[in-house]
Protein backbone atom coordinates (compact mmCIF):
# COMPACT_ATOMS: atom_id res chain seq x y z
CA UNK A 1 0.00 0.00 0.00
CA UNK A 2 1.54 3.21 -1.01
CA UNK A 3 0.94 4.86 2.38
CA UNK A 4 2.75 2.43 4.62
CA UNK A 5 6.09 2.57 1.53
CA UNK A 6 5.56 6.22 2.49
CA UNK A 7 5.24 6.19 6.26
CA UNK A 8 8.28 3.59 5.93
CA UNK A 9 10.47 6.56 4.11
CA UNK A 10 9.33 9.14 6.83
CA UNK A 11 9.96 7.34 9.63
CA UNK A 12 13.75 6.58 7.78
CA UNK A 13 14.28 9.58 6.54
CA UNK A 14 13.26 11.26 10.04
CA UNK A 15 15.82 9.51 11.75
CA UNK A 16 18.78 11.24 9.84
CA UNK A 17 17.31 14.33 9.80
CA UNK A 18 17.00 14.39 13.38
CA UNK A 19 20.27 13.78 13.65
CA UNK A 20 21.35 16.55 11.65
CA UNK A 21 19.23 19.05 13.28
CA UNK A 22 20.50 17.90 16.54
CA UNK A 23 23.90 18.35 15.62
CA UNK A 24 23.23 21.87 13.81
CA UNK A 25 20.31 23.74 15.45
CA UNK A 26 21.41 26.62 14.27
CA UNK A 27 22.31 25.72 10.52
CA UNK A 28 18.13 24.37 10.91
CA UNK A 29 17.18 27.64 12.16
CA UNK A 30 19.20 28.94 9.35
CA UNK A 31 17.81 26.69 6.37
CA UNK A 32 14.45 27.72 8.22
CA UNK A 33 14.69 30.83 7.82
CA UNK A 34 15.80 30.64 4.25
CA UNK A 35 13.18 28.76 3.04
CA UNK A 36 10.38 31.00 4.63
CA UNK A 37 9.94 33.17 0.95
CA UNK A 38 9.06 30.12 -1.09
CA UNK A 39 6.45 29.00 1.75
CA UNK A 40 4.73 32.43 1.95
CA UNK A 41 5.21 32.74 -2.07
CA UNK A 42 3.28 29.56 -2.47
CA UNK A 43 0.68 30.03 0.15
CA UNK A 44 -0.42 33.13 -0.84
CA UNK A 45 -0.33 32.28 -4.64
CA UNK A 46 -2.32 29.36 -3.98
CA UNK A 47 -5.55 31.75 -3.28
CA UNK A 48 -4.39 34.24 -6.11
CA UNK A 49 -1.08 36.69 -5.35
CA UNK A 50 0.51 37.52 -8.74
CA UNK A 51 3.54 38.48 -7.22
CA UNK A 52 6.53 36.09 -7.97
CA UNK A 53 9.07 34.20 -6.09
CA UNK A 54 11.95 36.95 -6.44
CA UNK A 55 9.25 39.75 -5.33
CA UNK A 56 8.15 37.48 -1.89
CA UNK A 57 11.46 37.11 -1.58
CA UNK A 58 12.41 40.93 -2.02
CA UNK A 59 10.09 41.79 0.50
CA UNK A 60 10.38 39.63 3.27
CA UNK A 61 14.49 40.28 3.00
CA UNK A 62 14.59 43.69 1.91
CA UNK A 63 11.63 45.12 3.00
CA UNK A 64 10.58 46.19 -0.89
CA UNK A 65 9.77 45.30 -4.09
CA UNK A 66 11.28 46.88 -7.45
CA UNK A 67 7.85 47.08 -9.08
CA UNK A 68 4.51 48.79 -8.36
CA UNK A 69 3.06 45.77 -7.27
CA UNK A 70 -0.62 45.60 -4.75
CA UNK A 71 -0.06 46.98 -1.19
CA UNK A 72 -2.58 44.32 -0.13
CA UNK A 73 -0.34 41.74 -1.63
CA UNK A 74 3.02 43.69 0.02
CA UNK A 75 1.35 43.03 3.09
CA UNK A 76 0.31 39.66 2.83
CA UNK A 77 3.61 38.60 1.91
CA UNK A 78 5.29 40.11 4.85
CA UNK A 79 2.54 39.26 7.30
CA UNK A 80 2.71 35.71 6.51
CA UNK A 81 6.04 35.20 6.81
CA UNK A 82 5.82 37.10 10.70
CA UNK A 83 2.54 34.98 10.81
CA UNK A 84 4.59 31.81 10.31
CA UNK A 85 7.26 33.11 13.32
CA UNK A 86 4.43 33.38 15.39
CA UNK A 87 3.91 29.64 14.52
CA UNK A 88 6.98 28.33 14.74
CA UNK A 89 7.69 30.46 18.58
CA UNK A 90 4.56 28.40 19.90
CA UNK A 91 6.02 24.79 18.72
CA UNK A 92 4.79 23.96 22.77
CA UNK A 93 1.48 25.82 22.57
CA UNK A 94 -1.41 23.40 22.01
CA UNK A 95 -3.82 23.85 19.18
CA UNK A 96 -6.36 26.85 20.36
CA UNK A 97 -8.74 28.89 19.08
CA UNK A 98 -6.50 31.96 21.01
CA UNK A 99 -3.40 31.19 19.05
CA UNK A 100 -5.07 30.59 15.54
CA UNK A 101 -6.86 34.19 16.21
CA UNK A 102 -3.55 35.33 16.93
CA UNK A 103 -2.06 34.01 13.76
CA UNK A 104 -5.14 35.28 12.03
CA UNK A 105 -4.53 39.19 13.18
CA UNK A 106 -1.03 38.59 12.42
CA UNK A 107 -1.59 38.12 8.70
CA UNK A 108 -4.35 40.81 8.07
CA UNK A 109 -2.68 43.23 9.77
CA UNK A 110 -2.31 46.18 7.57
CA UNK A 111 -4.68 44.43 4.91
CA UNK A 112 -8.36 44.20 6.48
CA UNK A 113 -7.98 45.45 10.17
CA UNK A 114 -11.39 45.40 11.01
CA UNK A 115 -11.58 41.04 10.17
CA UNK A 116 -7.82 40.62 11.29
CA UNK A 117 -8.06 38.20 14.14
CA UNK A 118 -12.36 37.91 13.86
CA UNK A 119 -14.51 35.47 13.09
CA UNK A 120 -16.61 36.22 9.94
CA UNK A 121 -20.16 37.80 10.88
CA UNK A 122 -22.16 36.94 7.39
CA UNK A 123 -22.87 34.38 5.13
CA UNK A 124 -21.67 36.57 1.90
CA UNK A 125 -18.49 34.55 0.92
CA UNK A 126 -20.70 31.13 1.78
CA UNK A 127 -22.60 31.87 -0.97
CA UNK A 128 -20.14 32.66 -3.14
CA UNK A 129 -17.65 29.52 -2.28
CA UNK A 130 -18.96 26.14 -1.40
CA UNK A 131 -16.68 25.65 1.04
CA UNK A 132 -17.89 27.45 2.83
CA UNK A 133 -21.09 25.93 5.08
CA UNK A 134 -21.20 26.95 8.70
CA UNK A 135 -23.05 29.42 9.86
CA UNK A 136 -21.03 32.60 11.15
CA UNK A 137 -23.22 32.22 15.31
CA UNK A 138 -21.71 28.70 15.32
CA UNK A 139 -18.15 29.00 13.80
CA UNK A 140 -16.61 29.72 17.32
CA UNK A 141 -18.26 26.55 18.97
CA UNK A 142 -17.72 24.56 16.16
CA UNK A 143 -14.02 25.09 15.82
CA UNK A 144 -13.71 24.73 19.66
CA UNK A 145 -14.87 21.47 19.60
CA UNK A 146 -13.10 20.30 16.37
CA UNK A 147 -9.45 21.69 17.98
CA UNK A 148 -10.68 19.58 21.43
CA UNK A 149 -11.21 16.16 19.12
CA UNK A 150 -7.72 17.07 17.43
CA UNK A 151 -6.09 17.95 20.46
CA UNK A 152 -7.57 14.05 21.99
CA UNK A 153 -6.85 12.39 18.65
CA UNK A 154 -4.83 9.38 18.94
CA UNK A 155 -4.57 8.49 14.96
CA UNK A 156 -0.93 8.90 13.10
CA UNK A 157 -0.10 12.38 13.02
CA UNK A 158 -0.51 12.76 9.38
CA UNK A 159 -4.32 11.56 9.82
CA UNK A 160 -4.81 13.84 12.45
CA UNK A 161 -3.22 16.65 10.40
CA UNK A 162 -4.68 15.91 6.84
CA UNK A 163 -8.11 15.76 9.01
CA UNK A 164 -8.39 18.74 10.93
CA UNK A 165 -7.36 21.22 7.79
CA UNK A 166 -10.02 20.14 5.66
CA UNK A 167 -12.53 20.59 8.44
CA UNK A 168 -11.11 23.89 9.18
CA UNK A 169 -11.31 24.78 5.53
CA UNK A 170 -14.79 23.25 5.25
CA UNK A 171 -16.05 25.80 8.25
CA UNK A 172 -14.24 28.79 6.79
CA UNK A 173 -14.47 30.71 10.10
CA UNK A 174 -12.63 33.81 8.47
CA UNK A 175 -14.25 36.12 5.78
CA UNK A 176 -10.19 35.82 4.01
CA UNK A 177 -7.12 33.98 4.86
CA UNK A 178 -8.40 30.61 6.01
CA UNK A 179 -6.14 29.26 3.20
CA UNK A 180 -3.15 30.36 4.43
CA UNK A 181 -3.83 29.86 8.08
CA UNK A 182 -4.86 26.59 7.79
CA UNK A 183 -1.64 25.50 6.01
CA UNK A 184 0.32 27.61 8.81
CA UNK A 185 -1.18 25.30 11.41
CA UNK A 186 -0.09 22.17 8.93
CA UNK A 187 3.54 23.02 9.64
CA UNK A 188 3.18 24.23 13.25
CA UNK A 189 1.73 20.42 13.98
CA UNK A 190 4.34 18.99 11.19
CA UNK A 191 7.25 20.75 13.23
CA UNK A 192 5.81 19.96 17.11
CA UNK A 193 6.26 16.26 15.91
CA UNK A 194 9.67 16.88 15.13
CA UNK A 195 9.37 16.81 11.08
CA UNK A 196 10.03 20.25 9.05
CA UNK A 197 7.45 22.44 7.17
CA UNK A 198 5.93 21.32 3.85
CA UNK A 199 5.52 23.43 0.71
CA UNK A 200 2.10 22.94 -1.22
CA UNK A 201 3.24 23.79 -4.64
CA UNK A 202 0.92 26.73 -6.21
CA UNK A 203 2.72 25.31 -9.50
CA UNK A 204 1.86 21.62 -10.30
CA UNK A 205 -0.07 20.58 -7.00
CA UNK A 206 -2.39 23.61 -5.98
CA UNK A 207 -5.21 21.68 -8.28
CA UNK A 208 -4.38 18.44 -7.04
CA UNK A 209 -4.89 19.34 -3.52
CA UNK A 210 -8.03 21.52 -3.90
CA UNK A 211 -9.60 18.98 -5.39
CA UNK A 212 -8.40 16.47 -2.61
CA UNK A 213 -10.32 19.45 -0.72
CA UNK A 214 -13.70 19.01 -2.36
CA UNK A 215 -13.38 15.39 -2.89
CA UNK A 216 -13.86 15.23 1.58
CA UNK A 217 -16.26 17.42 1.15
CA UNK A 218 -18.24 14.92 -0.93
CA UNK A 219 -17.07 11.79 0.44
CA UNK A 220 -15.42 12.56 3.88
CA UNK A 221 -12.36 10.82 3.22
CA UNK A 222 -9.43 12.03 3.02
CA UNK A 223 -7.43 9.30 2.98
CA UNK A 224 -5.46 10.47 -0.63
CA UNK A 225 -4.92 13.77 1.26
CA UNK A 226 -2.83 12.25 3.78
CA UNK A 227 -0.88 10.56 0.61
CA UNK A 228 -0.61 13.81 -0.76
CA UNK A 229 1.02 15.34 2.34
CA UNK A 230 3.09 12.50 3.06
CA UNK A 231 4.57 12.66 -0.23
CA UNK A 232 5.02 16.45 0.61
CA UNK A 233 6.60 15.34 3.63
CA UNK A 234 9.20 13.03 1.87
CA UNK A 235 10.47 16.07 -0.36
CA UNK A 236 10.57 18.15 2.58
CA UNK A 237 12.55 15.88 4.66
CA UNK A 238 14.93 15.42 1.60
CA UNK A 239 15.29 18.69 0.82
CA UNK A 240 16.23 19.36 4.47
CA UNK A 241 18.75 16.58 4.88
CA UNK A 242 20.35 17.67 1.74
CA UNK A 243 20.74 21.53 2.82
CA UNK A 244 21.88 20.13 6.80
CA UNK A 245 24.57 17.98 5.12
CA UNK A 246 25.72 20.06 2.30
CA UNK A 247 25.58 17.74 -0.15
CA UNK A 248 26.08 18.56 -3.57
CA UNK A 249 23.19 18.89 -5.89
CA UNK A 250 22.39 19.79 -9.40
CA UNK A 251 18.68 20.76 -11.48
CA UNK A 252 16.61 17.19 -12.29
CA UNK A 253 17.35 18.05 -16.18
CA UNK A 254 20.93 17.61 -15.78
CA UNK A 255 20.86 14.62 -14.29
CA UNK A 256 18.09 12.83 -16.16
CA UNK A 257 20.49 14.26 -19.19
CA UNK A 258 23.67 12.57 -17.46
CA UNK A 259 21.32 9.02 -16.90
CA UNK A 260 20.19 8.83 -19.94
CA UNK A 261 16.61 9.19 -18.62
CA UNK A 262 13.33 11.16 -20.16
CA UNK A 263 13.07 14.38 -18.58
CA UNK A 264 9.39 13.13 -18.34
CA UNK A 265 10.28 9.82 -16.83
CA UNK A 266 12.26 11.53 -14.27
CA UNK A 267 10.13 14.38 -13.31
CA UNK A 268 7.16 11.84 -12.77
CA UNK A 269 9.74 9.64 -10.31
CA UNK A 270 9.89 12.97 -8.93
CA UNK A 271 6.48 13.69 -8.39
CA UNK A 272 6.05 10.27 -6.88
CA UNK A 273 9.27 10.49 -4.44
CA UNK A 274 10.59 7.34 -6.03
CA UNK A 275 13.86 9.06 -6.61
CA UNK A 276 15.47 11.41 -3.80
CA UNK A 277 14.60 14.56 -5.68
CA UNK A 278 13.18 17.72 -4.16
CA UNK A 279 11.97 21.41 -4.99
CA UNK A 280 13.66 24.26 -4.26
CA UNK A 281 12.98 27.74 -5.53
CA UNK A 282 10.51 26.18 -7.62
CA UNK A 283 12.90 23.75 -9.31
CA UNK A 284 13.49 20.24 -9.04
CA UNK A 285 16.71 18.98 -7.74
CA UNK A 286 18.55 16.31 -6.43
CA UNK A 287 21.91 14.77 -5.30
CA UNK A 288 24.49 14.52 -7.76
CA UNK A 289 25.84 11.48 -7.31
CA UNK A 290 22.48 9.34 -7.25
CA UNK A 291 22.15 6.61 -9.30
CA UNK A 292 19.37 5.21 -10.30
CA UNK A 293 18.24 1.57 -9.72
CA UNK A 294 17.09 -0.41 -12.96
CA UNK A 295 13.27 0.30 -13.42
CA UNK A 296 11.81 -3.25 -13.05
CA UNK A 297 9.22 -2.50 -15.11
CA UNK A 298 9.58 -3.11 -18.78
CA UNK A 299 7.11 -0.08 -19.40
CA UNK A 300 8.88 2.38 -17.00
CA UNK A 301 6.75 6.16 -16.12
CA UNK A 302 5.00 6.88 -19.27
CA UNK A 303 2.91 9.61 -18.09
CA UNK A 304 4.52 12.78 -19.75
CA UNK A 305 5.61 15.95 -17.69
CA UNK A 306 8.15 18.28 -18.18
CA UNK A 307 11.03 18.40 -16.04
CA UNK A 308 10.75 22.17 -14.24
Not at 238 to 251: G, P, V
Request: hydrophobic share 40%; glycine share 4%.
Amino acid sequence: MKINRLRTEIQTLGEEYHKLVEADPQGFSKILRRELPEAVYNSNAIEGSTLTLKEVKSIIIKGKVERAASVKEIYRAKNLSLAADLAYENLDQRLSVLLILELHKKFLSGVNDVAAGQFRIDNRRAKKDAQAETSPEFVRALLEDLIKRHNEDNREFLEKIAFFHVELLAMRPFPEGNGQVARLLIDKELMENGFPPIIIQNKGCAAEYQALIKQYKKTGNCDELVIFFALALVESLRKYIALLSSEKTMTLGKWAKNHNIKANIASNKAKRQSIPAFRHDGRWRINANYAPAPDPSPWGDFITTPVE
